[in-house]
């Protein structure tokens, strides 16, 4: 006997004890109301008419969307399906996608925040308003936090109110010794055309950032980000536009610590802004590298390119030259923003090198080339490229992530 009469000889399996606990675990977290998939899978009824997509999905490996070379365990939101996970869907699938007995689910999802109930809310103190079409700058609001001490947070969630226009949206904390954008207004929307970035330095910092399918960030007992006293919130959101008008206003929910936290995460962007990538060119090799002054740990890695990026790859350098692969995107994708978090943080001794390596394709052979003649340089638009792994780093919590940047003095 061959193929067909053994599959009929196995059971199918079922779509309520079997395909459901899969669907909870590995796909609602977008594939639910309100959240960033186009269909729910929530219910036999809804995922029933998507059988043959749900298998192929998962035999290509396109669903859950996930780009890093790695093997199984080692990054903690890796989401990807088990062989028998995969052999499940495939086999209800292809055997007619039968329901089985309801039952109720076993995964509730509590509707809006993920963090559970922030202790505060900080919401953008204006709407934007969201053209039906065209190319929206990027738009910025300062939000005083009003915080008078300095606030230990647990758990962050930026959540927009149009996620159909939000294609991603970052908050930054802006110390009150920061010069970044002081001449701007507070409370009012503004664009920075290019002038993003003028008198950003390293006391600014991305508190938080709501990504396409990414997770909310809720730190490990003991670690938390610092919000200093008297800062304010800078809200940076990229608007897309889809045919429909909307305005938007976006919040920050914040869990703060219970107790005085032991390790301070601190996140930093290693970028390179100085490139200049020829028309036509397939693999173009930008490298931005920073060394670290004082001993840390990488707890997530995120890279962030635009639609000529093809991979990226970051390693560690250590400073007897060995090395380290700590992420490997060989296939990069724009539209999926995912965070890269190892299982174990992984140690960087005093005086290693974090190396990004980031190859763009410029070529015509790159689908999403929006002008392979166009000779491209850094810019905030999708036309334009960035060369950037934000990465979140730990440090035990009297050291001030200056001791990250600054070299020791010598003789010390
Ligand atoms: C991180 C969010 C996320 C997760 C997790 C996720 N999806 Fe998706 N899925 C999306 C989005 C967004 C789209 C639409 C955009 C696209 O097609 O890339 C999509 C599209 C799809 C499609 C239709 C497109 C196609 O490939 O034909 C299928 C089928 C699908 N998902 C199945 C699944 C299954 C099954 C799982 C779990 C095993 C899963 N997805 C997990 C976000 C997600």
């Excluded at 298998?55 to 990807?80: C, I, K, Q």
């Excluded at 996608?97 to 202790?119: C, F, K, L, N, S």
Aim: proline share 10%; net charge neutral.
């Amino acid at each position: 006997m061959r193929g067909r009469p053994l599959a009929i000889l196995a059971a199918v399996p079922l779509f309520y004890p079997d395909v459901l606990p899969i669907l909870e675990r590995r796909c609602q977290s977008c594939h639910r109301a309100g959240e960033a998939a186009p269909m729910a899978l929530e219910t036999y009824e809804q995922a029933r008419p998507y059988a043959r997509a749900i298998r192929d999905a998962v035999l290509r490996h396109t669903m859950p969307p996930w780009f890093a070379r790695s093997e199984p365990g080692v990054f903690a939101n890796d989401p990807r399906l088990t062989a028998a996970e995969i052999s499940t869907l495939r086999q209800w699938a292809e055997g007619g996608a039968p329901a089985g007995r309801p039952t109720a689910p076993r995964r509730q999802w509590t509707e809006g925040w993920r963090i559970g109930t922030p202790d505060v809310v900080i919401e953008m103190s204006k709407a934007a308003q969201v053209p039906a079409e065209g190319e929206v700058e990027y738009q910025h609001v300062i939000v005083p936090s009003g915080f008078t001490e300095d606030m230990w947070v647990a758990a962050l969630e930026v959540r927009p109110d149009s996620r159909a226009h939000v294609h991603h949206a970052v908050v930054f904390v802006r110390p009150p010794k920061s010069v970044w954008l002081r001449a701007k207004p507070v409370d009012e929307l503004f664009t920075a055309k290019g002038q993003a970035l003028e008198g950003l330095s390293t006391l600014d910092e991305v508190i938080a950032a709501y990504l396409p399918g990414a997770e909310p960030h809720v730190f490990p007992p003991g670690h938390a980000k610092l919000i200093p006293a008297g800062s304010d919130l800078i809200f940076q959101i990229h608007y897309t536009t889809n045919g429909k008008a909307s305005t938007d206003r976006t919040r920050i929910g914040l869990v703060m610590a219970k107790e005085k936290p032991s390790v301070r995460v601190y996140s930093a962007a290693i970028a390179q802004g100085n490139f200049t990538i020829p028309p036509n060119a397939a693999a173009h090799r930008v490298e931005a590298s920073f060394t670290v002054h004082t001993a840390t740990e990488v707890y997530a890695l995120a890279p962030h390119m635009h639609l000529r990026g093809k991979s990226m790859r970051v390693r560690a350098v250590d400073a007897d030259e060995t090395e380290r692969l700590l992420l490997d995107v060989p296939r990069y994708d724009f539209y999926w923003q995912l965070v890269y978090r190892p299982v174990k943080p992984v140690p960087l001794p005093r005086g290693s090198r974090l190396v990004v390596e980031a190859v763009f394709d410029n070529s015509s052979a790159n689908p999403r080339n929006p002008d392979p003649l166009a000779t491209v340089r850094w810019g905030e638009q999708s036309r334009e490229e960035m060369a950037v792994c934000f990465i979140d780093f730990l440090l035990p919590v009297p050291i001030s992530p200056n001791e990250l940047f600054r070299a020791p003095r010598l003789g010390r």
